[in-house]
């Protein structure tokens, strides 16, 4: 079956323009996640969505991230006026129902988002 | 701040055992443990996963001490493909608030 998608895979904005970033998690996956990771590091978590519920967003840098999944399925991470130092690769997974606590992720291929 | 520690990189030979050691002092009462690879250009892979003692799958095993505040992954005979970083990922209270922390990731480097 398909695994985690995201698209685009690369993204290059001049700064203070506005960005949106794709993730189809895998069907059925009702946890959707959003992480972002600078070079040479691990990632960083940004928000959580059980469904269409974001339950946890406290992960997002700044009031210009914002993410969403109005039909519990494909999310969008929108960035707006992007800064330099937004530019890192941005990693969607989704997993299956769970628990909160199992960490079983399945990882979309990221956007890498260069910022000019 | 919770934080979650491994070596920077390691090297190893071909047909080696590799351990490698995360320390997650934070990590939430109910909460697992859980093993990521990840190659360039790519998103983690899931390798294994467990809550207490020993794990073991067909690829590699995870060993964690009663008091759960580290956890090793070990592969066992290495080869060329197994080039890697390798992230643990845990859950952990900071301020009262469970947040998900990645580890800040071993560059493992095989050798012919």
């Known amino acids: 079956g398909a695994g985690v998608s995201q698209s685009p895979r690369y993204k290059v904005a001049k700064r203070g323009q506005d960005v949106a970033l794709r993730c189809d998690p895998i069907?059925?996956?009702?946890?959707l996640f959003w992480y972002q990771q600078a070079l040479g590091q691990g990632p960083e978590f940004l928000t959580y969505?059980?469904?269409?519920?974001?339950?946890?967003k406290s992960g997002l840098p700044s009031d210009r991230f914002f993410a969403e999944r109005p039909e519990g399925s494909v999310s969008t991470l929108k960035i707006q006026r992007t800064q330099q130092e937004d530019s890192a690769v941005y990693l969607c997974?989704?997993?299956?129902?769970?628990?909160?606590?199992?960490?079983?992720?399945?990882f979309g291929p990221g956007t890498r988002l260069t910022v000019l | 701040l919770a934080k979650t520690t491994q070596p920077i990189s390691m090297d190893s030979y071909e047909g080696q055992e590799v351990n490698i050691t995360c320390s997650h002092n934070?990590?939430?009462?109910?909460?697992?443990i859980t093993w990521y690879q990840q190659f360039p250009s790519q998103g983690p892979r899931f390798i294994i996963q467990?809550?207490?003692t020993k794990v073991t799958n067909e690829v590699a095993s995870l060993f964690i001490p009663a008091d759960r505040k580290s956890s090793t992954l070990s592969l066992p005979r290495v080869s060329l493909s197994d080039t890697a970083v390798y992230y643990c990922?845990?859950?952990?209270?900071?301020?009262?608030?469970?947040?998900?922390?990645f580890g800040t990731g071993t560059r493992l480097k095989v050798l012919a």
């Open positions: 997974a989704s997993s299956p129902p769970g628990g909160r606590t199992s960490h079983e992720q399945f």
């Open positions: 069907s059925g996956h009702v946890s």
């Open positions: 969505f059980q469904n269409e519920a974001q339950l946890d």
């Open positions: 934070n990590i939430a009462t109910n909460d697992y």
């Open positions: 467990g809550y207490k």
């Open positions: 990922l845990v859950g952990a209270f900071t301020s009262g608030t469970y947040k998900y922390i």
